[in-house]
């Protein structure tokens, strides 16, 4: 049985996110996520004024006439939800949890892609598969991808990003579009960045709360890792301390960013105390000008 609580939960979601789909994402999704192009259809006689380029001279050898391929644009796609629901992802200073963040920008997308025709499955995982929806189409298909996030209580205790886009990968044989939503508090899965991003159209979006940026000066604080367990006790209070952890976390972030940008693979950065409107749009625009 589903309560009433997480039911009222995925309408507001639906409401929210569908709104800004019909007033501002909808088409933008479609011009930035363009369809495969032309799929083999049939194949006809040869007319006079027809391509040769396009004889299929297998079937004409067997029939002894000149046959030629048709083919029509291919617009249907698939957009597969990989979504990090690691333990890092309950921390949230501004409002809403990482996890919340990755629920809403994860609704927006899949409603625009039913909006557009294309499928929508979903993958969540920690340093475990945790729950695999294959592609469907329709609304009602999505509300399930939301109550799935809402309601999923992983086993897992960390991360394992390339372990998810290796099933990603053994799951889905035609090309897609991938969408990794993540805090990305994991290494070594850049292999597997590599593969997917050259199999399928693999899109990064990189969620972060700035109280994980910048110490606050509170003095003593015991700081607990939500996926290791790990415990130390941090003295806030030294400006020096809060420097070195700033410079750390930029150093981490720049390194991010500078690897996505180096294996050619898209990123969008959200913030826990921001909308994700302006960064989306930018990304949307960006693709399209691109192609």
Same mark, same amino acid.
């Given at each position: ?43 006809? *006689? ?53 996890? +919340? ?28 598969? *945790? ?31 390339? +372990? ?47 109280? +994980? ?16 367990? *790990? ?18 976390? +930029? ?41």
């Amino acid at each position: 049985m589903i309560s009433k609580e997480i039911l009222q939960k995925v309408r507001k979601i639906e409401i929210r996110t569908k709104g800004k789909v019909n007033n501002l994402f909808g088409g933008e999704y479609q011009s930035a996520f363009k369809g495969r192009g032309m799929e083999f259809s049939e194949v006809r *006689e040869y007319t006079y004024g027809d391509d040769i380029r396009q004889i299929d001279w297998n079937v004409t050898a067997r029939s002894g006439d000149p046959f030629i391929k048709q083919f029509e644009e291919e617009r249907e796609q698939t957009l597969m939800l990989c979504v990090d629901i690691s333990p890092s992802g309950i921390f949230g200073s501004q409002g809403q949890s990482k996890m +919340e963040l990755s629920i809403e920008i994860c609704a927006v997308l899949a409603f625009s892609a039913i909006k557009n025709g294309d499928k929508v499955g979903l993958i969540l995982f920690t340093n475990e598969i *945790e729950k695999v929806i294959p592609p469907k189409k329709g609304r009602l298909h999505v509300l399930r991808l939301i109550r799935e996030m809402l309601t999923v209580e992983p086993k897992g205790t960390g991360t394992d990003i390339s +372990e998810a886009l290796s099933y990603v990968n053994r799951l889905l044989n035609r090309r897609a579009i991938i969408v990794l939503a993540s805090d990305f508090q994991d290494d070594q899965y850049d292999r597997q960045l590599k593969i997917t991003n050259r199999k399928h159209d693999l899109v990064n979006i990189f969620i972060n709360d700035k109280f +994980e940026d910048e110490l606050p000066d509170l003095g003593l604080v015991p700081l607990r890792d939500a996926e290791t367990g *790990e415990e130390v006790l941090i003295d806030t209070s030294s400006e020096k301390v809060r420097k070195e952890y700033q410079k750390k976390r +930029e150093k981490a972030k720049h390194q991010l960013r500078d690897q996505f940008l180096r294996m050619k693979i898209d990123m969008i950065e959200l913030e826990t105390s921001a909308s994700y409107i302006r960064p989306l749009m930018t990304f949307f625009r960006r693709r399209m000008h691109r192609y």
